[in-house]
Every structure is written in C-alpha cells, then in structure tokens.
C-alpha cells in the first residue's frame, strides 16, 4: 500500500502564475482534503472533495479551487499565485463520514512563490 | 481567527522523563480532539484522539487529558524517547463547521 502520494515534491513559480498540484489518496479511501501549512504555522483547511464535488470549504479566496476524479485523486489549482502562498500543501485521504483518526497525510508539496 | 493555540513553539525533555505538550481552544462547538506528530519532510500521523464526552484517553506510552471547562488539552508522553522528536499537533474537530482546525505545533525534542 503505497499511502497517499503528492506530486510535485517542490515546485517554484513567480507571482500571477498558475499552479497545479496533485494528489492520490491511500488505497480504499474515497475523501480528499487539501491544507495550507504556512511556515510557523498548523496546517490550515483549504477544501474536501468527495464524489468529485467539494463538500466543504475554508476561508480561502476562489483563486483556490480544485477537482477529483473518478480515481479519487485530487488536484488542487492555485491562480494569480501572490507571494503569501508560499507553504507546504498537504493532501490528507479518508473515508467518507469516518472520524479524524482515519485521515491519513501525504508528504505535501512545498511551493515557493518568488 | 486562531481558534486552536499551541502557545508553547518547543519543549525539551530528558529521555525517560515525561512530556507534557498543552493546547488550548476558543469554540465550544469543537467535540472532538486529536493529536499528530510530524516528521521533517513526512505528513502528520495520526497519534491519539479524544471524543468530548471522555476527559481522558490512553494508548501505550501516550495519554491525552481533555478539560472541557478550561477548553484546554494536553498530551503526556511517559516515558519520553528519543524517536518522539517531531512536531507535534493538536486539531479540534467540530461537527458544525465540518471541517479540523490545527493548532501551530510544538517542537518536542527528547535528549538522550
């Protein structure tokens, strides 16, 4: 089982750009979260996706939007890139209604906006 | 709004002795907590939880203490060894906003 897998691992773009990353959740899980982990800071909720639709949403502009796929791998798009979101992307794979103790993290992708 | 508080950013402890990692909270709707530990370039794993009906739940060497009143949580880690170096968090879940909040993370290094 190969766990939940991120890709890209490091990626370094300059503002106004556009950026796409992905995820594959663990075998068997059908939810994926996205969070925003800013240096110093706990990872913060960005989006859930389940059956291809988002379920539920933090506070994040809608430059920040995402989709999954009938695989259940996600990605997660970021437009007009700003300097502030620069941080370590993580993707988090569940089972649909199960409790936070089933969430299980990829290794993330750290972005640099320059 | 950072509704889940971290206030200490490291904690240092002689392998053997006990850790104690706090975490503080704002929402009263939160109703279930959980802790994860995070290695450098790893994504967090899951730890140990507590449901809000319990004030206290253990696993192995981990225990997690849970003071509704206070809103206030801890993890005690006993005895401390020196593979329990990470960063630790503690989340809060809470059925109406649907969503985990994380706290800031505390750095705990166990020396040997």
């Known amino acids: 089982d190969a766990g939940v897998t991120q890709s890209p691992t490091h990626l370094i773009k300059t503002r106004g750009q556009q950026v796409t990353l992905r995820c594959s959740p663990k075998s068997g899980h059908d939810t994926v979260s996205w969070y925003q982990q800013a240096l110093g800071q706990g990872p913060q909720f960005i989006f859930q996706y389940y059956e291809e639709e988002e379920r539920q949403r933090g506070n994040f502009p809608d430059r920040f939007s995402g989709h999954q796929f009938p695989n259940y791998s996600s990605e997660l798009n970021v437009n007009a890139l700003l300097l502030g979101d620069s941080a370590l992307y993580l993707c988090?794979?569940?089972?649909?209604?199960?409790?936070?103790?089933?969430?299980?993290f990829g290794p993330g992708t750290r972005l640099t906006v320059l | 709004d950072q509704q889940v508080k971290q206030n200490s950013p490291s904690l240092s402890v002689q392998e053997g002795r006990i850790s104690i990692l706090n975490c503080d909270y704002t929402?009263?709707?939160?109703?279930?907590f959980l802790w994860y530990k995070k290695y450098p370039a790893e994504g967090p794993t899951f730890l140990i939880s507590i449901s809000s009906i319990k004030d206290k739940n253990e696993d192995g060497r981990f225990t997690v203490f849970l003071n509704k009143s206070a809103k206030h949580l801890s993890l005690h880690i006993v005895p401390s060894q020196p593979g329990d170096s990470a960063v630790y968090f503690c989340?809060?879940?809470?059925?109406?906003?649907?969503?985990?909040?994380f706290g800031t993370g505390t750095s705990l290094t166990v020396i040997p």
């Open positions: 988090a794979s569940s089972y649909w209604g199960l409790a936070g103790d089933e969430q299980f």
């Open positions: 929402n009263s709707m939160f109703d279930y």
């Open positions: 989340a809060a879940f809470g059925t109406t906003g649907n969503q985990f909040y």
